[in-house]
């Protein structure tokens, strides 16, 4: 057996994760061509690669097919329940910064706080005989924030990409997605909420709490721990 970690395959979280591994001395690598999901490890011993999308790291350590994986907290409290059970963070990286926020048109010159999205969501019922539509893919870490702020009158639509258009395309009244530079939001002329995030996220090293170890694996892990500092 090996200490399996899982990296995401792609795009910026995959280059900063081989950076942040390369200043602790480990060399991940792509094997092959740049559609090839496999990748080795060197400056380690006994520690092997698993190239994947970043949303199914949480799922593969909480299933115990991975030791360890890099993701952001986001995908991890959304995708796992009980993450706090499943998973435990090691290092946060320091990159990856996004917050999931709520956000409405910037038109609505009268919603500012979860407080005004709540009145506006009834008065939204009343007048349209539907709810409100929230568009979003973190589905489980909205309704928690909702249902804690009180705010029931609405419907969440199911987005996994481009989510901040779904309002000039009229499929959706709101979004929840995750903001880092807030270019986004802009050009789609949405404001946030001024409540402050759902939740700040970063990418983070994660250990699985479920994940099998022989004792070689131990033993590697308390190598690997040792190089963090
Ligand atoms: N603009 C951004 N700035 C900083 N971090 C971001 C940004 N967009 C996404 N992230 C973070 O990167 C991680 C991966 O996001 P996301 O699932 O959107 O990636 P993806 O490339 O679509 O991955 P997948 O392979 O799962 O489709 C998440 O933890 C998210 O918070
Ligand atoms: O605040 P900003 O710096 O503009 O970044 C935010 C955008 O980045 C992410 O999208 P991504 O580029 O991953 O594409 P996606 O819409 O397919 O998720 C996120 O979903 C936002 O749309």
Same mark, same amino acid.
């Given at each position: 057996m090996? /200490?399996?970690l899982g990296v995401p395959s792609k795009g910026r979280?995959?280059?900063?994760?081989?950076?942040w591994f390369a200043q602790h001395g480990i060399t991940l690598s792509r094997n092959g061509s740049e559609r090839e999901y496999a990748g080795s490890v060197e400056g380690i011993d006994g520690m092997s690669l698993v190239l994947l999308s970043a949303g199914e790291i949480p799922r593969e350590l909480a299933a115990g097919r991975i030791h360890l994986g890099v993701t952001g907290t986001d /995908?991890?409290?959304?995708?796992l329940p009980l993450w706090e059970q499943q998973v435990c963070p090691m290092e946060e990286l320091a990159f990856g910064h996004a917050d999931l926020i709520l956000a409405v048109p910037r038109a609505w010159v009268d919603v500012d706080t979860l407080d005004d999205l709540d009145?506006?969501?009834?008065?939204?019922?009343a007048r349209h005989g539907f709810r409100l539509r929230i568009a979003t893919k973190y589905h489980r870490l909205v309704r928690e924030y909702l249902r804690q702020g009180g705010v029931a009158d609405y419907a969440l639509v199911d987005s996994q990409g481009a989510t901040e258009g779904t309002v000039a395309n009229e499929t959706a009244e709101a979004i929840a997605d995750i903001t880092s530079s807030g270019e986004t939001l802009r050009a789609n002329h949405l404001k946030v909420l001024s409540d402050g995030p759902i939740l700040r996220s970063q990418a983070t090293l994660w250990r699985s709490r479920v994940a099998e170890l022989e004792d070689a694996d131990r033993a590697t892990l308390a190598t690997f721990t040792a190089r963090l500092g």
């Open positions: 090996t /200490l399996k979280l995959m280059e900063k994760t081989f950076e /995908l991890v409290q959304e995708k009145a506006v969501a009834a008065a939204f019922r």
